[in-house]
C-alpha cells in the first residue's frame, strides 16, 4: 500500500471541462506539495500547504489541503490543453519526517 | 548555477556496461534526491541525501545501484552492469526546505 493515493490514475477531458483529481492518506502530514510534469520535463512545484482546511489558487488551478491534513485535492476550471501532464503530491514523510515522498500520479490529458 | 543541473541528458550503453549519471544540486540546497521513472510511470524513489546525514539508500534497486554526494554538493548516481530493465529517465531533485523541491531534467538512460 503506498502512504499516498492518488485519484484518478488517468483521466481524458475535453477542453473547458472542469476535473478534480485527489490526494489520500490515512497518514497525517505537517504539510503537502502538488507538482506538474510536462512529458520530456522534471516535474516543477506548483503549491505547498501547509494548514488543514487551506485553499490555495493558482490562476484556474484551487489545491485544498483537508481538516484533518491526511489528504488534498486538486480542481481544474475550464481545462485547458496546456494543463495537460502529469500531476503528483508529495509529503515530508520519513522516521525524521524530511524525506519526500510521491503518490502513483494522476495523468492528465486534456484534448483541443 | 540557477536550477538543478544533469548530465549527460541522453545515455545510450551496451548491456554490461558501467554508467555515471550526474547532479549539480541548487547551490545551498541541503536535500538531494535520486528517483528513476519508467516510460509513463510515476517516480520510483532510489536515494536520498540530507546534510551530513547517512544517506537513505532504501529506494536503491539491487547492489549494482550506489551514489554519492561529494562536498554536501555534487552527485553522482552509478549503475555498474547495466541491464535492459534499468532503462529508464533519471531524475535528482534538491530542496532546502519543507517548501518544495526543484528538480533537474533527467538523464534519459537507454541500455541495448
Known amino acids: 500500500t503506498q502512504l499516498l493515493e492518488q485519484s484518478p490514475q488517468f483521466l481524458s477531458i475535453q477542453e473547458g471541462e472542469n476535473l478534480t483529481v485527489y490526494c489520500n492518506s490515512s497518514?497525517?502530514?505537517?504539510?503537502l506539495q502538488w507538482y506538474r510534469q510536462e512529458p520530456g520535463e522534471g516535474p516543477v512545484l506548483l503549491v505547498t500547504?501547509?494548514?488543514?482546511?487551506e485553499v490555495k489558487k493558482l490562476k484556474r488551478l484551487t489545491f485544498q489541503f483537508g481538516d484533518a491534513r491526511k489528504d488534498s485535492s486538486l480542481h481544474i476550471t475550464a481545462a485547458q490543453p496546456g494543463d495537460t501532464g502529469l500531476y503528483l503530491c508529495a509529503v515530508l514523510y520519513n522516521n525524521a519526517g524530511n524525506m519526500l515522498t510521491f503518490g502513483g500520479g494522476t495523468r492528465l490529458m486534456v484534448k483541443p | 548555477g540557477a536550477g538543478v543541473s544533469q548530465s549527460p541528458s541522453n545515455k545510450v550503453t551496451e548491456k554490461g556496461k558501467d554508467v555515471e549519471l550526474r547532479c549539480d544540486p541548487i547551490?545551498?540546497?541541503?536535500?538531494l534526491y535520486w528517483y528513476r521513472q519508467s516510460l509513463g510511470q510515476g517516480l520510483e524513489f532510489l536515494i536520498y541525501?540530507?546534510?551530513?546525514?547517512?544517506?537513505?539508500k532504501s529506494g536503491l534497486p539491487s547492489d549494482r545501484f550506489s551514489a554519492e554526494r561529494t562536498g554536501g554538493s555534487v552527485s553522482t548516481l552509478t549503475i555498474q552492469r547495466t541491464q535492459q530493465e534499468d532503462s529508464a529517465v533519471y531524475l535528482c531533485?534538491?530542496?532546502?526546505?519543507?517548501?518544495?523541491?526543484?528538480f533537474g531534467q533527467g538523464t534519459r538512460l537507454t541500455v541495448v
Open positions: 547551490s545551498g540546497h541541503t536535500a
Open positions: 531533485a534538491s530542496s532546502l526546505h519543507i517548501l518544495g523541491a526543484f
Open positions: 541525501f540530507q546534510g551530513n546525514s547517512a544517506p537513505d
Open positions: 500547504v501547509v494548514t488543514g482546511g
Open positions: 497518514s497525517v502530514f505537517s504539510s
